[in-house]
Nanobody
Framework: EVQLVESGGGSAQAGGSLRLSCVAS????????IGWFRQAPGKGREAVSV????????FYLDSVKSRFAISSDNAKNTVYLQMNSLKPEDTAVYYC????????????????????????WGQGTQVTVSS
């Protein structure tokens, strides 16, 4: 059974930092893309960042590209999202999710950013940024 458990959320001031962790069980990270998504109140769920664990390829939402960093520690089966220079608009519930890696050499970022492609989801962790 695949399980994803997020932690590290909380409150921060604008300009501050938080690091989210996603611990995966029942999976081998090399066989998955792991994505961080977020959902703000009244809004749809959007992809923030994705990592292809087998080769470390990363993908980012434009609005977070210079502020957030995704990384994975395959030995710990954990994916991190380091969030710096936080803004009030980063306030949301953050989820990690797993997408099976077909090991294709063809890169399709739009697929990796689509919520519908992901079969496995964590329960989410709240991030609140105050101005």
């Amino acid at each position: 059974e695949v399980q994803l458990v997020e932690s590290g959320g909380g409150s921060a001031q604008a300009g501050g930092s938080l690091r989210l962790s996603c611990v995966a069980s029942g999976v081998v990270l090399d066989d998955y893309f792991i994505g961080w998504f977020r959902q703000a109140p009244g809004k749809g769920r959007e992809a923030v960042s994705v990592i292809r664990s087998r080769d470390g390829s990363t993908f980012y939402l434009d609005s977070v590209k210079s502020r957030f960093a995704i990384s994975s520690d395959n030995a710990k089966n954990t994916v991190y999202l380091q969030m710096n220079s936080l803004k009030p608009e980063d306030t949301a519930v953050y989820y990690c999710a797993a997408l099976d890696d077909d090991h294709s050499d063809i890169v399709i970022p739009s697929k990796y950013f689509s919520t519908h492609e992901y079969r496995h989801w964590g329960q989410g962790t709240q991030v609140t940024v105050s101005s």
